[in-house]
T-cell receptor, first 117, second 118 residues
Framework: DAGITQSPRHKVTETGTPVTLRCHQT?????MYWYRQDPGHGLRLIHY???????DKGEVSDGYSVSRSKTEDFLLTLESATSSQTSVYFC????????????????FGEGSRLTVL | AQKITQTQPGMFVQEKEAVTLDCTYD???????LFWYKQPSSGEMIFLIY??????QNATEGRYSLNFQKARKSANLVISASQLGDSAMYFC???????????????FGKGTKLSVIP
């Protein structure tokens, strides 16, 4: 199994509070991603990183920020959580571009369930 | 328009039978990749199979095969000899291009919940 650890795995918070989710990898993969999963929507990309301090927005980036100060860590921050951000958040990593000429397989973490009351 | 469409919210299959999960996609990029992932009730995402747009043959991985019909833009997953452990959500996903913003992103369908009946 790919060495990906997400923390916390479960969190309940109140509207308006800041929240940070951490993704830690031991694979030294270049690419890291944050997805959210909601019923009826599948998985949607929030932000991704293609190197230390190199990040960009995905499909649903509003209300989220990310940082990557080290290869192994990718942080997702909700500056002021809202109820619409209640979701399961998945971190993923890939050695090459997701779906690159090789398979570019994504390896997923176990997910972090966030509830915003 | 949705880029990945999975029209079957839920399906049932008898143990040891084969089952096909449908996936259609929409892209104008000639270079793309198609993926299937499995998500059991425990929640983790498990990669099953990959098909590149230029691959001449349908991908196979053990009991999984991908029925790739490029002209119809379909990439159906076929599971042979279903097992109880195959009960899970299955997601079809696509990556468009080998460069640019689209190449960093997998677009997922909404998923199909497969239930295997003993």
């Amino acid at each position: 199994d790919a060495g990906i650890t997400q923390s916390p795995r479960h969190k309940v918070t109140e509207t308006g509070t800041p929240v940070t989710l951490r993704c830690h990898q031991t694979e030294n993969h270049r690419y890291m991603y944050w997805y959210r999963q909601d019923p009826g929507h599948g998985l949607r990309l929030i932000h991704y990183s293609y190197g230390v301090k190199d990040t960009d927005k995905g499909e649903v980036s509003d209300g989220y920020s990310v940082s990557r100060s080290k290869t192994e860590d990718f942080l997702l921050t909700l500056e002021s959580a809202t109820s619409s951000q209640t979701s399961v958040y998945f971190c993923a990593i890939s050695e090459g571009l997701a779906g690159g000429p090789d398979t570019g397989e994504l390896f997923f973490g176990e997910g972090s369930r966030l509830t915003v009351l | 328009a949705q880029k990945i469409t999975q029209t079957q919210p839920g399906m049932f299959v008898q143990e040891k039978e084969a089952v096909t999960l449908d996936c259609t996609y929409d892209t104008s990029d000639p270079s793309y990749g198609l993926f299937w992932y499995k998500q059991p009730s425990s929640g983790e995402m498990i990669f099953l199979i990959y098909q590149g747009s230029y691959d001449q043959q349908n991908a196979t991985e053990g009991r999984y095969s991908l029925n790739f019909q490029k002209a119809r833009k379909s990439a159906n997953l076929v599971i042979s000899a279903s097992q109880l452990g195959d009960s899970a959500m299955y997601f079809c996903a696509m990556r468009e291009g080998y460069s640019g913003a689209g190449s960093y992103q997998l677009t997922f369908g909404k998923g199909t919940k497969l239930s295997v009946i003993p």
